[in-house]
């Protein structure tokens, strides 16, 4: 059995990773509690059903701080060690779109409050819920996420997520936030809140030196983006073929497939994006997804291509907003991808906005809608 501080203090022997003591307080915090939940005996074990009446689940961890900090890394030790049944770990946005399907259906019962079967479903199917990137921008997560999560840690849930911000900046002005507050109290009071801000941005070390924008189309172009993921994703180049793929919901029960999805990064082809019949729900789900996107074979783009156009600025409107960092092979610059013709004026802000998603003060930015 490998602990999670084991595995830790062995990434910092190998140099993978400087000793920075936030983080190692994280990581003891994390083993202490992969301790405590391997402890609860498995559920229909006799010992188990002779404590039913059994203590509260262990307190769950909200892992917060800067872009590049280190939190999808320990939270990735921590569930792969977590040697326990019915445990996962999930984007928190896909999370909260199966939520509200599921109070969807139930609603259409008829039966009352829909939070509460939801919460025993999940409770049933889930000891320790694991959350990558809590952020919260929609009026219909807030308004829910107090009785759901309040639920969840009184059923027996254990909850550990990370977050770039801390507690009190979760949905700020955000609509109703008043409603929205006793979710905040409830991360106080029941998780352990754990910061971490280190000196070292591993993402943006990672990025150091990797030109984000390249032409033209072609071979060395798609040798540079591939070295590009493995850098980001630490993935031995060795084992390419076997790059975990990956399929998200992009809602109305649709589902898009990803060819190479790891780590919070995903490579798309432009046909796949822009060339099929895709709206902005489809790149919303991609921005709130992943941090940062890889998309090969841009076209130039003009009058003969217009839908394939459109589609692309609203692509890329939507990981502007979000701040996802793009890595692009292309016919041309951004200055002349759409050189001239219908649509050339309404271009122009895309065009500004790829040349600032190339810039170091960009790049910096945590992911995530503010």
């Known amino acids: 059995m490998t602990h999670v501080l084991q595995r830790y203090e062995g990434l910092i022997a190998a140099g993978e990773l400087r000793p920075d003591p ?18 609860i005996p498995p559920r229909g074990s006799l010992i188990w059903r002779l404590g039913r009446a059994k203590a509260p689940a262990p ?30 770990r999930v984007h928190f946005h896909e999370f909260m779109l199966e939520v509200h399907d599921r109070l969807r259906i139930e609603r259409m019962k008829e039966r009352g409050d829909p939070i509460q079967p939801v919460v025993a479903a999940v409770a049933e199917e889930t000891r320790c819920l694991c959350f990558d990137e809590m952020v919260v921008n929609n ?6 996420m107090s009785r ?38 409830l991360i106080k009071d029941r998780l352990d809140v754990l910061t971490l801000n280190g000196p070292t941005d591993y993402r943006m070390e990672r990025l150091a030196g990797v030109t984000t924008w390249h032409v033209p189309n072609g071979p060395a172009a798609t040798a540079a983006v591939r070295e590009a993921f493995f850098r980001l994703t630490d993935y031995p180049p060795e084992d390419a073929a ?23 990064v995903a490579v798309f082809s432009f046909k796949r994006l822009c060339a099929e019949a895709r709206g902005a729900s489809d790149y919303l789900a991609i921005a709130r997804r992943y941090h940062s996107v890889i998309i090969v074979g841009i076209p130039r783009l003009g009058p003969e291509n217009r839908n394939e156009a459109a589609r692309f600025v609203t692509l890329i409107d939507a990981l502007y907003e979000h701040k996802v960092k793009l890595i692009a092979t292309a016919d041309a610059a951004p200055a002349e991808l759409y050189a001239e013709g219908d649509g050339r004026f309404e271009f122009e802000r895309t065009e500004s906005r790829l040349i600032e998603m190339q810039s170091q003060e960009y790049l910096a930015l945590g992911h995530g809608k503010s």
């Open 148 to 185: 759901l999560f309040t639920g969840l840690i009184d059923a027996g849930v254990t909850l550990v997520t990370t977050s770039n911000r801390e507690p009190d900046q979760l949905y700020k002005d955000g609509l109703n936030r008043e409603r929205f507050l006793p979710f905040i109290g």
């Open 242 to 264: 076997h790059v975990p793929t990956d399929d998200i919901d992009v809602g109305g029960g649709r589902m898009m497939h990803v060819p190479k999805s790891l780590k919070g």
């Open 22 to 39: 936030e983080q190692r307080a994280a990581a003891l915090r994390l083993n202490q509690l992969q301790e405590q939940l391997e402890a």
């Open 139 to 144: 009026s219909a997560d807030a308004m829910i």
């Open 59 to 88: 307190k769950g961890i909200y892992l917060w701080g800067g872009v590049g900090r280190g939190k999808s890394m320990l939270m990735d030790l921590f569930h792969a060690c977590l040697q326990i049944n019915r445990k996962r």
